[in-house]
């Protein structure tokens, strides 16, 4: 039972719908005692008669404490996507439907995203009691009910309790109305009083509760199911996105995972890594369960019209959307990808403790570009995940899914690095120049006439003005980046998988890359728009330019970037097909990465990217999402 509030004044203060108001005066004679109770040590049922759940009821730590969830999904699909004659709602409209928009239950799917609180029954209490439920802070972010016979009923400043239903004990359900946004305005605490009024006596008792924390995954969650845009058509373009397509989805299926892709049509974007990241909130259900709600955070590109086919999809039971307001035009576009959001596992290091594992994502320190404030201010406010920037300046895209992964190890530690080795890459190039195939294509994909193949040769790459001077560049940001990764997790130079891999420039001025045309990643990326645009590109389209220095060196992927491919299991990778130079019948470069992965105990297969993403500055990861499961605790270490 928390702090009885009977005999602290004269005159007892309750606060309904944010306005004082005087409730009946407190007498000296002790008062009916009121007990609140709620699931403070998450276990999935709130202890009625003992007292696993009352030490510690008034307060909230991450080890203890009663949880609540944001009821942002759509149980029963009541949300309408568009208005009178089939018009699109706007993305204003479209946030604003969820099952915490109303004040119902919307079934027993929706009733089950309530965290209950319980009432202590109290007997002997006569005829005239009456009880009021209020919530005392954070009354703005939640939502109560009472479940009478009737069913669940909207608790209101007028809501009263008979003395009959505080005899028998009364059960409450609890709900976020929003995610955390920014915990300078609310940090997800709510404390709910009951207060009691028998025979001119009044007492009350309070309970805390904070709203689950909006998860990222980690790689240490095993993938449930992958997300991936299927292009309409029947060009050239579209057939070789569909056969991606259906490889992946046969990749999927031998790794194991039964539930079919998710597939998105309607807007043709074809960078599902990059408009939404797949997140999480849980706590503990009935029966120890966990209670699990998807919620789907939608990219801080207000004008990525893919987006909204979060809402019209993929929003329904057991699934939300979130999406931020208040990006500034002056912040960098390509910075709000969601390929520029990954997430390490779980780690204690240095005095800090991160359970549900670390954000990371990519600034340009070159210009001082980060991604959006109000994504950083909500990613931060979670309380669980504080973001951690590296430098992507000498990145086009600048995602830093393009240079380093968190792989499963059975390790102390449980995870490893992959890292992106560019001297790798130019080592591989240099000894078969050694042996003498400096005259072998650099590439082996075939071309066709729409889409000639790459001629220049391992001689011409090395001797290009820019190969050598780009990946010894790229090599020295990497290793700063490792250096802030070692210092902030504790991770060791023999828990890194060095990958090789080579970036370039794609110049258009008859250099290095300029045999590889380009689609891109920078814009908006629907299909008819951007992905069929082929040839050279202006590198930097929209704003991804915007404050770089005229003599910048920023490069994108020259050989298919290994690194940036899906953990499909725990010992199941997929990495972008290379179509390195092919000698002695053997692919130089899928040879190395494929010994590199078989070190870390994965078994790597191979899908082909090349026209649908490589050429887009993006591979097989920027192409895809994963949902993975969302079952773990996130208080436990």
Excluded at 124 to 152: D, E, I, M, S
Excluded at 510 to 518: A, K, L, N, T, V
Excluded at 591 to 617: E, I, N, Q
Aim: glycine letters at 10%; hydrophobic letters at 40%.
């Amino acid at each position: 039972m928390g702090t009885s509030h009977a005999t602290r004044a004269a005159l007892a203060i309750t606060v309904i719908g944010g306005v004082l108001a005087p409730v009946s005066p407190a007498f000296a004679a002790d008062p009916p005692q009121v007990d609140l109770r709620a699931d403070v040590n998450r276990d999935g049922r709130v202890d009625m008669t003992g007292t696993t759940d009352t030490a510690g009821e008034d307060g909230w730590t991450l080890q203890r404490g009663a949880v609540f969830l944001p009821n942002i999904d759509d149980d029963t699909k009541r949300c309408a996507t568009t208005g009178p004659g089939g018009k699109p709602l706007p993305d204003v409209r479209l946030a604003a439907c969820n099952d915490a928009a109303d004040t119902v239950v919307n079934g027993s799917d929706d009733a089950a995203d309530l965290a209950r609180v319980r009432s202590v029954p109290m007997a002997g209490l006569p005829a005239t009691a009456t009880g009021q439920l209020t919530v005392v802070a954070g009354a703005k972010n939640t939502r109560v009910f009472v479940k009478r016979a009737g069913g669940w009923a909207w608790v209101t400043a007028k809501t009263r309790l008979s003395a009959a239903e505080l005899r028998a004990g009364v059960e409450f359900g609890v709900e976020g109305t929003d995610v955390i946004r920014d915990s300078a305005l609310w940090g997800g605490r709510t404390v709910i009083r009951l207060t009691v009024n028998a025979g001119g006596k009044s007492t009350s008792d309070d309970i805390t509760l904070r709203v689950a924390p909006l998860l990222t995954h980690h790689h240490l969650q095993n993938a449930q199911q992958l997300l991936v845009t299927r292009v309409k058509g029947k060009d050239d373009y579209a057939r070789r996105q569909q056969a991606f397509v259906n490889g992946l989805a046969a990749d999927v299926k031998s790794a194991g995972i039964d539930k079919p892709l998710q597939t998105l049509t309607k807007y043709g974007d074809i960078w599902a890594q990059d408009f939404v990241e797949p997140g999480y909130v849980n706590m503990t259900g009935p029966g120890g369960r966990p209670q699990v709600m998807r919620v789907m955070l939608r990219s801080a590109q207000a004008d990525r019209a893919a987006g909204r086919e979060l809402f019209e999809k993929l929003r329904g039971n057991g699934v939300g959307v979130v999406q931020v307001s208040g990006v500034r035009d002056s912040e960098e576009w390509t910075l709000n990808s969601m390929g520029n959001l990954e997430t390490i596992p779980p780690y204690t290091h240095g005095g800090r403790s991160f359970p549900a594992g670390r954000i990371i994502m990519g600034e340009r320190k070159d210009n001082g570009s980060k991604p959006a404030r109000a994504m950083r201010t909500l990613l931060k406010s979670q309380g669980l995940q504080d973001p951690l920037l590296l430098d992507t300046s000498w990145l086009h895209v600048g995602h830093v899914d393009e240079f380093v992964q968190f792989l499963p190890a059975d390790t102390p530690r449980g995870w490893r690095l992959g890292i992106a080795d560019p001297e790798l890459g130019l080592k591989l190039l240099r000894e078969a120049q050694s042996a003498g195939h400096g005259r072998t294509r650099m590439f082996s994909v075939p071309g066709n006439k729409d889409m000639p193949a790459p001629k220049e040769t391992i001689d011409q790459a090395l001797a290009s003005k820019w190969l050598v001077a780009d990946n010894t560049m790229a090599a020295k940001r990497i290793a700063a980046n490792l250096e802030v990764l070692k210092r902030e997790t504790g991770v060791t130079d023999a828990e890194v998988v060095w990958v090789p891999a080579l970036f370039t420039r794609g110049t258009d001025n008859g250099e290095q890359g300029d045999s590889m045309p380009r689609l891109t990643r920078m814009g908006a990326g629907n299909a008819p728009d951007v992905v069929r645009e082929f040839g050279q590109q202006k590198e930097l389209a929209r704003q991804g330019d915007r404050g770089a220095a005229a003599d910048a060196v920023m490069t994108s992927a020259y050989v298919p970037g290994a690194v940036n491919g899906i953990l499909l299991g725990r010992n199941r990778y997929l990495a972008p097909r290379q179509w390195g130079p092919v000698i002695g019948g053997e692919d130089i470069f899928t040879s190395a990465v494929t010994a590199a992965y078989t070190r870390a105990g994965l078994k790597v297969s191979y899908l082909d990217d090349w026209h649908t993403y490589h050429l887009g500055m993006g591979e097989v990861h920027c192409g895809t999402n994963t949902l993975r499961d969302a079952s773990a605790a996130w208080w436990k270490p």
